[in-house]
């Protein structure tokens, strides 16, 4: 496979046939490298098509190890945009990212409202796999909200509750 960064250049070259065959190259031969290099480019992408064929490809990723290289962009990155990418990609990986819950809760609480909105969706879908230690510190959070970002707990507190019945 070719390095990293004719990779990365090919994804973003805007050229469908080059970026759909560097895709295929990528989810049939990539490693951790190659994705690494594509968590360090995703805040650049914007908000467009490269941007989803990248979280998508990034979503995909199943090798557990990826979660801690995710986790330590998301925690260093002070980029709104870049943030919401990797969120994204969280909220659609298969990868269990409930170890990194209070991460999460700092973002929903402390974040601007796209990063907010992004940990919420985040944290919705991790509910069922919390611990009772975890469910008990979100409920606490979240019934502690204050009024003005009462909405972005809403969907939680629903699926906490569909949980506990």
Same mark, same amino acid.
């Given at each position: 496979?070719?390095?990293?960064?004719?990779?990365?250049?090919?994804?973003?070259?805007?050229?469908?046939?080059?970026?759909?065959?560097?895709?295929?190259? =990528?989810?049939?031969?990539?490693? !951790?490298?190659?994705? /690494?290099? @594509?968590?360090?480019? $995703?805040?650049? *992408?914007? %908000? #467009?098509?490269?941007?989803?064929?990248?979280?998508?490809?990034?979503?995909?990723?199943?090798?557990?190890?990826?979660?801690?290289?995710?986790?330590?962009?998301?925690?260093?990155?002070?980029?709104?945009?870049?943030?919401?990418?990797?969120?994204? =990609?969280?909220?659609?990986?298969? !990868?269990?990212?409930? /170890?990194? @819950?209070?991460?999460? $809760?700092?973002? *929903?609480? %402390? #974040?601007?409202?796209?990063?907010?909105?992004?940990?919420?969706?985040?944290?919705?879908?991790?509910?069922?796999?919390?611990?009772?230690?975890?469910?008990?510190?979100?409920?606490?959070?979240?019934?502690?909200?204050?009024?003005?970002?009462?909405?972005?707990?809403?969907?939680?507190?629903?699926?906490?509750?569909?949980?506990?019945?």
């Amino acid at each position: 496979m070719e390095n990293n960064a004719e990779i990365v250049g090919r994804l973003r070259s805007g050229e469908p046939e080059v970026v759909e065959a560097a895709v295929r190259e =990528v989810r049939e031969k990539g490693d !951790l490298e190659v994705a /690494a290099a @594509l968590l360090g480019c $995703l805040g650049e *992408l914007g %908000e #467009g098509r490269l941007a989803t064929t990248v979280c998508n490809l990034l979503a995909d990723v199943r090798d557990s190890r990826f979660r801690a290289l995710l986790m330590e962009r998301l925690e260093a990155s002070r980029d709104e945009g870049e943030r919401c990418a990797l969120m994204r =990609v969280v909220w659609e990986s298969a !990868l269990d990212y409930s /170890a990194y @819950l209070e991460v999460f $809760l700092r973002l *929903l609480e %402390e #974040g601007e409202f796209a990063v907010a909105f992004e940990a919420s969706t985040v944290i919705e879908n991790m509910v069922h796999h919390l611990s009772a230690e975890q469910r008990e510190r979100l409920h606490g959070v979240i019934h502690g909200f204050p009024e003005e970002k009462r909405f972005l707990v809403e969907n939680i507190y629903g699926e906490m509750e569909c949980g506990e019945e």
